[in-house]
């Protein structure tokens, strides 16, 4: 690994290095407060079109705006971003807000060509500069292939947590049957998302990262312990439920019976000491690596701990990076690799317990390599 004193054009950052500066997670939430009030906005723009007269032409001329919008996104991103990332990102958000604005005290304007088309320019625009310049920022760092993928795809979770954005909206539309309250929440996301955005400063990662080491000292586990206690939640659930429909008796309503009472309580409580458990382990895992061997890839404890358990994606992700990690040692050492890439991501997304008995046992084996291979 290379000096954290290098000079910031040859300094590569990593996942853990991005995912420790509040820029990432200013870039991250404001991401999803525009996914959020954008898809919710879009779901619900063709009602409130129709019901004040539109046609399905005018209607048309909003999103043909927005799909140019794209190009607007575009130039924003390849060519202020890279140098003004923060002010490519905001002073759309701001031209969309005052443009959006107008809605409220005209209602007319919902069925006027030139507006809607207007509209759809900016609005097309903020939804396009944001993965564009994202991954500009992003680059700019100069990570691995590992370490940047990770990073865009927690960056990506934004667009599966914005799904949910239709349902609310289509709540507050039916508050009082008009924009005023999807206009008003739309609003209230593109404010939370400048105010995010102000404090991050420059977003490029052309700085050298700040070192960061909580160190704990290295613990053998038994990978199959470790599988055992975070599998035994969700294969009960399997089972109980397989055994409820199989041998059900007929007419009968084991939903009210106390003994199902007490096998859902004790179920849940396996499964909360299971989610401790994971917390747990996550915790000791990255503080255990760094106590073996510092390096720049490896989050602090806490910060790993809250990833896992909090952002979407966030525990494959470090699962994948960890297992990269315990390879990139073995392999500075002359030795074979520890873990196969391939199948940690294919268990990180099909069943997480067995990709982390997979890190568990390759951490084992870096442990006992020595201080001057681990």
């Known amino acids: 690994?290379?000096?954290?004193?290098?000079?910031?054009?040859?300094?590569?950052?990593?996942?853990?290095?991005?995912?420790?500066?509040?820029?990432?997670?200013?870039?991250?939430?404001?991401?999803?407060?525009?996914?959020?009030?954008?898809q919710g906005f879009s779901t619900v723009f063709p009602v409130i079109s129709q019901m004040t007269g539109s046609s399905a032409q005018t209607i048309g001329i909003f999103y043909s705006?927005?799909?140019?919008?794209?190009?607007?996104?575009?130039?924003?991103?390849?060519?202020?971003?890279?140098r003004h990332g923060r002010s490519a990102l905001i002073s759309p958000i701001l031209v969309c807000a005052v443009v959006a604005t107008a809605f409220l005290p005209a209602p007319a304007l919902w069925?006027?060509?030139?507006?809607?088309?207007?509209?759809?320019?900016?609005?097309g625009a903020v939804r396009a500069v944001f993965p564009l310049a994202i991954a500009i920022f992003l680059v700019g760092g100069r990570p691995g292939k590992i370490d940047f993928?990770?990073?865009?795809?927690?960056?990506?979770?934004?667009?599966?947590?914005s799904a949910f954005a239709p349902i609310g909206a289509s709540w507050l539309y039916q508050l009082d049957l008009g924009a005023v309250p999807v206009v008003a929440?739309?609003?209230?996301?593109?404010?939370?998302?400048?105010?995010?955005?102000?404090?991050?400063?420059?977003?490029?990662?052309?700085?050298?990262?700040?070192?960061?080491?909580?160190?704990?000292?290295?613990?053998r586990r038994s990978p199959l312990l470790v599988a055992i206690i975070l599998v035994t939640p969700p294969i009960l659930i399997f089972l109980i439920g397989i055994s409820v429909h199989l041998f059900q008796p007929d007419g009968a309503d084991l939903t009210s019976s106390p003994i199902t009472l007490l096998l859902a309580l004790l179920i849940f409580g396996i499964a909360v000491a299971a989610f401790i458990y994971l917390a747990y382990w996550v915790y000791r895992i990255h503080g255990e690596l760094a106590g073996a061997a510092r390096s720049q890839r490896l989050l602090t404890p806490l910060a790993a701990m809250l990833i896992a358990i909090l952002?979407?994606?966030g525990l494959p992700?470090?699962?994948?990076?960890?297992?990269?990690?315990?390879?990139?040692?073995?392999?500075?050492?002359?030795?074979?690799?520890?873990?196969?890439?391939?199948w940690l991501g294919i268990w990180s997304f099909i069943l997480p317990p067995v990709a982390i008995a997979m890190i568990q046992n390759a951490a084992n084996d870096s442990y006992g390599m020595g201080p001057d291979t681990a």
Request: hydrophobic share 55%; charged share 10%.
């Open 1 to 38: 690994m290379e000096s954290t004193s290098a000079p910031s054009s040859n300094h590569e950052w990593t996942l853990a290095d991005f995912l420790s500066t509040y820029r990432y997670w200013a870039v991250f939430l404001s991401s999803l407060l525009l996914a959020i009030g954008a």
């Open 65 to 82: 705006g927005s799909t140019l919008g794209w190009v607007a996104g575009a130039f924003l991103a390849f060519i202020v971003a890279s």
């Open 111 to 123: 069925g006027s060509p030139g507006f809607l088309f207007l509209f759809g320019v900016v609005f």
């Open 149 to 161: 993928g990770c990073a865009l795809t927690l960056m990506s979770t934004t667009i599966l947590l």
């Open 185 to 219: 929440a739309f609003l209230a996301c593109l404010l939370l998302a400048v105010i995010l955005l102000v404090p991050a400063g420059n977003l490029a990662f052309d700085q050298p990262p700040r070192p960061r080491h909580k160190p704990l000292a290295p613990r």
């Open 311 to 313: 952002v979407p994606l």
């Open 317 to 342: 992700v470090l699962v994948m990076t960890l297992g990269d990690l315990l390879n990139e040692r073995v392999r500075d050492s002359g030795r074979g690799r520890l873990t196969s890439i391939a």
